[in-house]
């Protein structure tokens, strides 16, 4: 028989007895001329693609559930069976739509194709030993419709051989270990034998790819590069990468190791995250704003932070992406990896890949004049949320960025608390000034109070920034000229009593379109400047503040609960202002217990808000991740520790606490981190901060 006549015997025969058919004598003497693919297969009706919205899909994969059912390992086994078919089809398709290829590769997809019936055979087989018959559950056509669009040969390898067959060496594995747990070794057995097969099939597709790709790319560039939409390389792998058998195949360490990081969604609309950490400047200095070196080199260092925001199907945006062995670690410990673009932080151009998806939301790390003039071109390809330039940001979210809405916020919350002497009095909130005058009026009304430190705050500015402490009876030159200054320039303060503070927290909210959602406590510790240096958080942390909150209000009755009970007050409270406002995104509320002057326990629950992401936030997802019997540290470590501490490199000194203090994970059926520490952006490349997580057993 004609390879030709055998081919199309096998694409368009409407048994599937014809199609599984292999002739004992095949000559390709008279290969013909290149056909047309068609819209799908021929098929027996059984197995014809269910069509779902017009794409064409399946019964929901039923993944390793219920194994133990007969009949569910029957349901697996018809996805396989389909999987397989669905091959030995494409496999037919590449012999009639390039019939000039290369007589070697002709015959190679011949030997491919007789493997992929008798794979089809076996699987049949043992389904029916299952209770299931081939076409008992609907079939995908998402194999065809991705690969039979090809214009070459390399697209072929490309998106078979190296891409659905590949996956095939973690699939395999992983079910044969499932099968094999449930006691039927027999399947396990046969997905061994189709594992062997699928290495050397992946290693043909692998040999031709690198004949015929640019020899100037690497093979994962190439790969890469070749494969077309819906394709990715994140089809190309399973849940687990089998390093073992992609090296037996004749991968490279580095297309592995590229392999084993790269993340694309598979279907999901992605998320965006952008780490625009600035756009508080921009909001009180508008585009005359420019960050400090020590500011650009924390944004550059801290790029990657989203990434532990995101899930692993979303996209974060940076200007460089993170190296492969910085993310080969994070995975390692058990966080999925997002998507990275690169980008130059400025308006999204037309011909970034960004703008070639539908995108689920859009989460910069603030909402600020900078996002809405980065996202604008985004707008339109958002699906999973409601999403303007005029809703995401308008004057009345700016004035949520001020310290002087926050301290109005909370003296009209206060008369709620009336009788609760623990929580601060009016006093103790701040005030705004517009003028020297007003300022030095609040000033001496807050010393005549008791209060004989002051603090003068920018009403808008960077955390850390835009604070002066009047610790001096009299206000020095120096002191009014720096108000003067912010005054002039726009600016608003605010002036209030210096706490002596008992100890930081923060609370994490989410504002949604059905109101405010607690997302959970923090402890915080700011260094004496004002600048954030590390949180934490402790089990139960989505419903009570950290256990050394909790430990310093056991001087009052019941403080843990009263503590939550104003919270909750205030998320009531809040949720209706923001609706109002129209903001919808994170928020975080710092807070602080304090002495007052006769040393007594004192709560001022509003110190300011952040309608933003915070480390607060992070944190919190960083949690997640953390098995439930354990506490996290999130923290940064700039350059001046790093010298106290006898470290010449951030690498150094990332390598020295990873080796002393390694990642141990816990737990079934998902391990989480009991204990360890993390690097959150690459050591390698930080140049100014290197961002922390340690984890520590509370039991």
């Known amino acids: 028989m004609e390879l030709r006549e055998f081919a199309e015997r096998v694409l368009f025969a409407t048994t599937l007895e014809e199609k599984l058919a292999t002739p004992d004598l095949i000559t390709d003497e008279k290969p013909g001329s290149a056909i047309v693919a068609p819209p799908s297969p021929g098929r027996p009706a059984e197995l014809r693609f269910k069509a779902q919205g017009g794409g064409g899909s399946g019964a929901d994969f039923p993944g390793l559930r219920r194994l133990e059912q007969s009949h569910e390992r029957g349901r697996l086994l018809h996805f396989f069976a389909n999987h397989e078919l669905l091959a030995t089809e494409l496999m037919a398709l590449v012999l009639l739509r390039f019939p000039d290829a290369p007589a070697a590769f002709r015959r190679g997809v011949f030997q491919t194709l007789k493997d992929e019936q008798e794979h089809t055979r076996l699987y049949v087989q043992r389904m029916k030993e299952c209770g299931i018959g081939f076409g008992d559950l609907p079939v995908s056509g998402y194999f065809w ?376 406590y923090t402890g915080l510790l700011n260094d004496p400047g004002g600048q954030f240096r590390e949180n934490w958080a402790t089990p139960s942390y989505e419903r009570r503040p950290p256990m050394e909150v909790v430990t310093a209000l056991r001087g009052i009755r019941d403080g843990a609960r009263r503590l939550q009970a104003v919270f909750e007050d205030l998320r009531l409270a809040l949720g209706r202002e923001l609706e109002d406002v129209g903001y919808v995104g994170p928020l975080g509320i710092d807070a602080f217990l304090y002495r007052n002057p006769a040393g007594e326990l004192r709560l001022k629950p509003v110190v300011e808000m952040n309608p933003r992401y915070t480390m607060g936030r992070l944190m919190l997802e960083l949690m997640a991740r953390v098995h439930h019997a354990s506490r996290g540290r999130f923290r940064l470590v700039g350059s001046s520790q790093l010298r106290s501490e006898g470290e010449d490199s951030f690498w150094t000194y990332g390598r020295r606490l990873v080796e002393a203090d390694p990642i141990v994970l816990e737990g079934e059926p998902v391990p989480r981190i009991r204990r360890g520490t993390l690097p959150l952006n690459d050591p390698a490349a930080a140049q100014a901060y290197l961002a922390l997580l340690e984890v520590r057993p509370t039991t």
């Open 145 to 520: 419709r991705s690969v039979s669009t090809m214009a070459n040969p390399i697209d072929y390898v490309a998106g078979l051989s190296l891409t659905f067959e590949q996956a095939n060496l973690d699939f395999c594995r992983q079910f044969a270990q499932g099968f094999e747990k449930v006691g039927d070794s027999a399947t396990a057995g046969l997905l061994d034998r189709i594992y062997r097969d699928e290495i050397a099939h992946v290693a043909y597709g692998l040999k031709w790819f690198r004949r015929w790709k640019h020899p100037d790319e690497s093979d994962w560039e190439a790969f890469c590069r070749q494969l077309k939409f819906p394709l990715s390389p994140n089809r190309a792998k399973g849940t687990r990468l089998n390093v073992e058998g992609r090296k037996a195949a004749g991968f490279d360490p580095r297309f592995i190791d590229e392999l084993n990081v790269f993340s694309m969604s598979k279907g999901r609309t992605p998320s965006v995250f952008w780490f625009n950490v600035f756009a508080e400047g921009r909001i009180a200095h508008g585009r005359s704003f420019t960050p400090v070196k020590a500011q650009q080199l924390l944004a550059a260092d801290l790029a990657n932070l989203p990434q532990f925001l995101a899930r692993c199907d979303d996209v974060v945006l940076v200007t460089k992406k993170p190296s492969v062995a910085f993310l080969s670690q994070v995975k390692q410990a058990g966080f999925a990896l997002p998507e990275f673009l690169e980008w130059d932080g400025r308006s999204i151009p037309a011909g970034h890949p960004v703008m070639e998806r539908k995108l689920g939301r859009l989460r910069p790390w603030a909402w600020g004049p900078d996002s809405v003039e980065a996202f604008a071109p985004l707008f339109p390809k958002v699906t999973g949320e409601s999403r303007t330039a005029a809703g995401s940001y308008n004057d009345r979210v700016s004035g949520l960025y001020s310290k002087a809405w926050s301290a109005a916020f909370l003296r009209r919350q206060l008369s709620r608390w009336t009788g609760e002497g623990w929580i601060c009095g009016e006093s103790e909130v701040g005030r705004p000034a517009r003028s020297v005058e007003e300022a030095m009026q609040l000033i001496s009304a807050i010393r005549q109070s008791g209060h004989h430190r002051v603090v003068v705050k920018q009403a808008l500015g960077l955390a850390g920034q835009g604070l002066m402490r009047l610790w001096e009876p009299e206000v020095l030159p120096n002191q009014m000229r720096w108000m003067t200054h912010v005054l002039e320039s726009g600016g608003q303060l605010v002036v209030e009593p210096w706490l002596e503070r008992e100890i930081d927290f923060s609370v994490q909210f989410e504002s949604e379109p059905g109101g405010l959602r607690l997302v959970g």
